[in-house]
């Protein structure tokens, strides 16, 4: 399984865009990335998935660059419920099983 | 909407007692999980269960036990508590056994083990 990497965490304003970018230079041919967010007190929920280029949903959009060796999640001016830990994956498609890797995630923080 | 809901929000245990966490959702889904979240560590997962009466170890199966008598119903057990066994739990499940497939996940249980 290819290893992630994102910052710990990030503050940001209301109103303001988010760029949070995850490194996965080991990512395999028939891997995806995934983002959840978790909020306090609840358990995580899918937010994008993607393989290349650009996904964008009513939620967030998430890059992803020709090598595929990093992705940057965007999240549209931030409201203070936007504040959560955001985790990305790679997760490899057509494959069972226990694939699913949680690392520590990166804390937003959105202040008035 | 999808729901998993988990039979306890807040657990206090003694050490020794056995302890059984239920965890059921409204989608068919085949697969179900259980995953213990500590500080700095993530989620990682101790069970899993790709249909009813079958399961599957994890990553840190000890210490712990799964049933899974229906299919919209997964428990955890804890045979006899110990302290280092207090986190916060939860459970997901998924439509199909494929890794990619998005994972629905209940609001937790913070079990505390003294």
């Known amino acids: 399984l290819a290893k992630t990497t994102q910052p710990i965490s990030m503050d940001s304003y209301e109103g303001q865009e988010v760029n949070i970018t995850c490194s996965h230079n080991n990512i395999a041919t028939n891997d995806y990335i995934t983002w959840y967010q978790q909020f306090p007190s609840q358990g995580p929920r899918f937010i994008i998935q993607?393989?290349?280029t650009k996904v964008t949903n009513e939620v967030a959009s998430l890059f992803i660059p020709a090598d595929r060796k990093s992705s940057t999640l965007s999240l549209p001016r931030v409201s203070l419920s936007d504040t959560a830990v955001y985790y990305c994956?790679?997760?490899?498609?057509?494959?069972?099983?226990?694939?699913?890797?949680f690392g520590a995630g990166t804390i937003l923080r959105v202040k008035s | 909407d999808v729901k998993v809901t988990q039979s306890s929000r807040y657990l206090v245990k003694r050490t020794g007692e056995k302890v059984f966490l239920e965890c059921v959702q409204d989608m068919d889904h085949e697969n179900m999980f259980w995953y213990r979240q500590d500080p700095g560590l993530g989620l990682r997962l101790i069970y899993f269960s790709y249909d009813v009466k079958m399961k599957e170890k994890g990553d840190i199966p000890e210490g712990y036990s799964v049933s899974r008598e229906k299919k919209e119903r997964f428990s955890l057990i804890l045979e006899s508590a110990s302290t280092n066994q207090t986190s916060m739990y939860l459970c997901?499940?998924?439509?199909?056994?494929?890794?990619?497939?998005?994972?629905?996940f209940g609001p937790g249980t913070r079990l505390t083990v003294l």
């Open positions: 993607g393989y290349k």
């Open positions: 997901a499940s998924s439509s199909s056994g494929q890794a990619a497939d998005t994972q629905y």
């Open positions: 994956l790679v997760v490899p498609r057509g494959e069972y099983g226990n694939k699913l890797v």
